[in-house]
């Protein structure tokens, strides 16, 4: 396969615009984009916006799709494709992790592009939101060979992205070895090193204190405030996890670290159950040494899709969209669901839990502390002057829990769900920069 089969297209999204009518009810047409939109439309409508800005903020303002060619260590070479989309810059540089798996597709990097703009909006990071997306299995490759994909996946993308422009971060199937190649292409290309490129990088290279585990952290304050509001002692509480990557393995750490007793944590081989409490840092030993939590002997086999509907305070869904949707989300046991993951409640599954009385803290608020860290990682490069680890901690606290005491106060001042709230208050900061901006020409 040579260079003459790498096709890049770029386009702004005019098939993107939102069908205008009622969000759908239906969970079998649900994808991430469409609860996206559905969610957009209903902050809209609460919001009193007119179409014209309605259409543009459900649409991206920028997309890219490239083909990024493989030489394996084999000697054969393979093609994947990727994507990077700007969903908006109208508060400033576009921001947004960069996703490594088999069913990546432009739509669902659309929607996660979408959400992170909500996301900085809401805790007021002056950013605008992207995402970016390679359709490959990590996991069916060498260390080698992830380094040439990314690199060539970053030359591809290299016109649009910059420490101004779009920044991206780790998300699924990419870490800060990821960020490290998508620096260091991107310096040598720049002829000079540009450690505001990217962050989640590591501490070596300009990376922030307590930016690995940020997500994860912010789930937990979130996670300790939403079980203390609806009266539980978090000490006394129970919780499960799904998905033991980058977020739910710290957030399952944290949590049981406060007192929680995590009794149920999954990944995408399977879970495991322990009514007693889960031994999570032994629990972390044997994904280590395994790769995946099924066969911990410290606790006992679990069908996967089980425990979402364990018998448990807390859910953490901090794996992939749309796992809570209309055919589980009435057996859910849970009294909170804190967000972990990006998307894993369809607006037909919000409307059954909300009737339910289960209380919903959505992703944008919930899973913010990566972001949150991520900026100050940015601020910290662009000054070259690094924070403590107990500033960076103590710093994204206290952004966590006032953007979580904001959205109470909002949504329980209009009888709002928590996720409408917080849309709703991240649209309209989005829309009053765009405002005072004007439309140009
Ligand atoms: P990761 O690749 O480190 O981990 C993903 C985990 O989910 C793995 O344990 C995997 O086995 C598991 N998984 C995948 N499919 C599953 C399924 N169907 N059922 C159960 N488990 C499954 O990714 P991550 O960075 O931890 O991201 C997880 C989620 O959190 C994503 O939605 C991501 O967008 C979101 N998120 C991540 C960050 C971050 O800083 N990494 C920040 C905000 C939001």
Same mark, same amino acid.
Request: glycine share 10%; aromatic share 6%.
């Given at each position: 396969m040579t260079d003459l089969l790498a096709a890049t297209t770029m386009s702004t999204a005019t098939d993107a615009a939102p069908a205008p009518g009622p969000a759908p009810t239906v969970d079998h047409i649900a994808t991430p984009l469409t609860d996206a939109r559905a969610q957009l439309a209903e902050a809209i409508g609460l919001l009193g916006y007119e179409n014209g800005l309605h259409q543009m903020l459900a649409t991206p303002r920028r997309e890219l799709t490239v083909a990024v060619p493989l030489r394996l260590d084999s000697g054969e070479s393979r093609l994947y494709i990727g994507h990077r989309v700007q969903h908006n810059f109208s508060r400033g540089p576009a921001k947004g992790g960069l996703r490594y798996a088999p069913n990546?597709?432009?739509d669902e990097v659309r929607a996660l592009a979408m959400w992170m703009t909500w996301k900085c909006a809401l805790l007021d990071v002056p950013y605008g939101g992207a995402k970016g997306g390679l359709a490959i299995d990590p996991r069916e490759h060498s260390m080698a060979e992830l380094e040439r994909v990314t690199r060539r996946y970053t030359s591809e993308i290299l016109p649009i992205i910059g420490p101004e422009r779009d920044i991206p971060a780790p998300d699924i199937g990419t870490d800060e070895q990821t960020m490290a190649w998508i620096m260091d292409t991107y310096s040598v290309n720049s002829g000079y090193t540009v450690p505001g490129i990217v962050t989640g990088k590591p501490i070596a290279l300009g990376g922030s204190q307590g930016r690995a585990s940020a997500t994860s952290r912010g789930v937990t304050?979130?996670?300790?405030?939403a079980l203390r509001h609806v009266g539980l002692d978090p000490a006394r509480s129970t919780a499960a996890v799904q998905g033991f990557g980058k977020v739910g393995a710290d957030a399952a750490r944290f949590l049981s670290a406060a007192g929680v007793r995590v009794t149920a944590v999954s990944d995408q081989y399977g879970a495991i159950l322990n009514t007693g409490g889960l031994d999570v840092e032994a629990l972390s030993e044997h994904v280590r040494a395994t790769g995946s939590v099924v066969g911990f002997p410290?606790?006992?086999?679990?069908?996967?899709?089980?425990?979402? *509907?364990?018998?448990?305070?807390?859910l953490v869904p901090a794996a992939v969209e749309g796992v809570l949707h209309d055919g589980n989300a009435g057996d859910v046991l849970a009294r909170v669901i804190v967000e972990g993951a990006n998307g894993p409640t369809t607006p037909a599954a919000d409307r059954i839990l909300r009737e339910r009385g289960i209380l919903v803290v959505p992703d944008i608020l919930a899973n913010a502390g990566g972001v949150i860290v991520s900026y100050f990682e940015w601020v910290q490069a662009n000054q070259a002057y690094w924070w403590r680890a107990d500033e960076v901690e103590s710093r994204l606290e206290e952004r966590m829990l006032s953007a979580w005491q904001h959205v109470l106060g909002y949504a329980e001042a209009r009888d709002l769900s928590?996720? *409408?709230a917080a849309t709703a208050l991240a649209v309209e900061r989005v829309a009053e920069a765009h405002r005072l901006r004007g439309l140009y020409p």
């Amino acid at each position: 396969m040579t260079d003459l089969l790498a096709a890049t297209t770029m386009s702004t999204a005019t098939d993107a615009a939102p069908a205008p009518g009622p969000a759908p009810t239906v969970d079998h047409i649900a994808t991430p984009l469409t609860d996206a939109r559905a969610q957009l439309a209903e902050a809209i409508g609460l919001l009193g916006y007119e179409n014209g800005l309605h259409q543009m903020l459900a649409t991206p303002r920028r997309e890219l799709t490239v083909a990024v060619p493989l030489r394996l260590d084999s000697g054969e070479s393979r093609l994947y494709i990727g994507h990077r989309v700007q969903h908006n810059f109208s508060r400033g540089p576009a921001k947004g992790g960069l996703r490594y798996a088999p069913n990546v597709n432009l739509d669902e990097v659309r929607a996660l592009a979408m959400w992170m703009t909500w996301k900085c909006a809401l805790l007021d990071v002056p950013y605008g939101g992207a995402k970016g997306g390679l359709a490959i299995d990590p996991r069916e490759h060498s260390m080698a060979e992830l380094e040439r994909v990314t690199r060539r996946y970053t030359s591809e993308i290299l016109p649009i992205i910059g420490p101004e422009r779009d920044i991206p971060a780790p998300d699924i199937g990419t870490d800060e070895q990821t960020m490290a190649w998508i620096m260091d292409t991107y310096s040598v290309n720049s002829g000079y090193t540009v450690p505001g490129i990217v962050t989640g990088k590591p501490i070596a290279l300009g990376g922030s204190q307590g930016r690995a585990s940020a997500t994860s952290r912010g789930v937990t304050h979130i996670a300790l405030a939403a079980l203390r509001h609806v009266g539980l002692d978090p000490a006394r509480s129970t919780a499960a996890v799904q998905g033991f990557g980058k977020v739910g393995a710290d957030a399952a750490r944290f949590l049981s670290a406060a007192g929680v007793r995590v009794t149920a944590v999954s990944d995408q081989y399977g879970a495991i159950l322990n009514t007693g409490g889960l031994d999570v840092e032994a629990l972390s030993e044997h994904v280590r040494a395994t790769g995946s939590v099924v066969g911990f002997p410290g606790g006992d086999a679990l069908d996967g899709a089980d425990l979402l *509907t364990q018998d448990v305070d807390l859910l953490v869904p901090a794996a992939v969209e749309g796992v809570l949707h209309d055919g589980n989300a009435g057996d859910v046991l849970a009294r909170v669901i804190v967000e972990g993951a990006n998307g894993p409640t369809t607006p037909a599954a919000d409307r059954i839990l909300r009737e339910r009385g289960i209380l919903v803290v959505p992703d944008i608020l919930a899973n913010a502390g990566g972001v949150i860290v991520s900026y100050f990682e940015w601020v910290q490069a662009n000054q070259a002057y690094w924070w403590r680890a107990d500033e960076v901690e103590s710093r994204l606290e206290e952004r966590m829990l006032s953007a979580w005491q904001h959205v109470l106060g909002y949504a329980e001042a209009r009888d709002l769900s928590l996720r *409408t709230a917080a849309t709703a208050l991240a649209v309209e900061r989005v829309a009053e920069a765009h405002r005072l901006r004007g439309l140009y020409p």
